[in-house]
């Protein structure tokens, strides 16, 4: 079954950090791409960055740039997303999305089921 | 950074009329990259539309996109209870803020 399968939710304290995998199956992990878009509570879709997944090249939003890391280790068919610094605006839901390796311009077909991730003292 | 605006807000019809949502972009796009998500409550978005008028894998075709440069839009011809959602457009790392689809 072609799927991405993010971990569990997290809680928080502010200036930390936060590290969310997705797990690939069921399609040739390497052959696509891994986006991570956050969506906080009643708010829009907001794209984080994007990592092609067979030779790791990455493209950040400019509003994450220097808080967020996104890496992947292919022999696990995994992505993840690490942010910093987290702050209570940081508070929302995490999805993952296949995307195109060949630009991070392209659609996201498939869709984990979102990380829910609060940040709070 | 281009920005999508979508249209309107809220668009409340009765089961079988048709939907019409509106995505304008800022300055031209390429048609390529432009896509439509449907989200339901509590879910994950889905890809409905890539390349601004290709459904994707499993979309009914009462679903339609069109478009081009600036100004896009979606189209359910005959509204059906399932179909109750928000809609977003997506360009490069950009969504619109979402229509919401309501069932009078």
């Known amino acids: 079954q072609v799927q991405l399968v993010q971990s569990g939710a997290e809680v928080k304290k502010p200036g930390a950090s936060m590290k969310v995998s997705c797990k690939a199956s069921?399609?040739?992990?390497?052959?696509?791409?891994i986006h991570w878009v956050r969506q906080a509570p009643g708010q829009r879709l907001e794209w984080m960055g994007w990592i092609n997944a067979g030779n790791g090249n990455t493209k950040y939003s400019q509003k994450f740039q220097g808080r967020v890391t996104i890496t992947r280790d292919t022999s696990a068919s995994t992505a993840y997303m690490e942010l910093s610094s987290l702050r209570s605006e940081d508070t929302a839901m995490y999805y993952c999305g296949r995307g195109s390796g060949d630009f991070y311009y392209y659609a996201m077909d498939l869709w984990g089921q979102g990380t829910t991730v609060t940040v709070s003292s | 950074e281009i920005v999508l605006t979508q249209s309107p807000g809220t668009l409340s019809l009765s089961p079988g009329e048709r939907a019409t949502l509106s995505c304008r972009a800022s300055q031209s796009v390429s048609s390529t990259y432009f896509a439509w998500y449907q989200q339901k409550p509590g879910q994950a978005p889905r890809l409905l539309i890539y390349g601004a008028s290709s459904r994707a894998t499993g979309i009914p075709d009462r679903f339609s996109g069109s478009g081009s440069g600036t100004d896009f839009t979606l189209t359910i011809s005959r509204l059906e209870p399932e179909d109750i959602a928000v809609y977003y457009c997506h360009q490069g790392g950009t969504f619109g803020q979402g229509t919401k689809v309501e069932i009078k």
């Open positions: 069921g399609y040739t992990f390497t052959s696509y791409a």
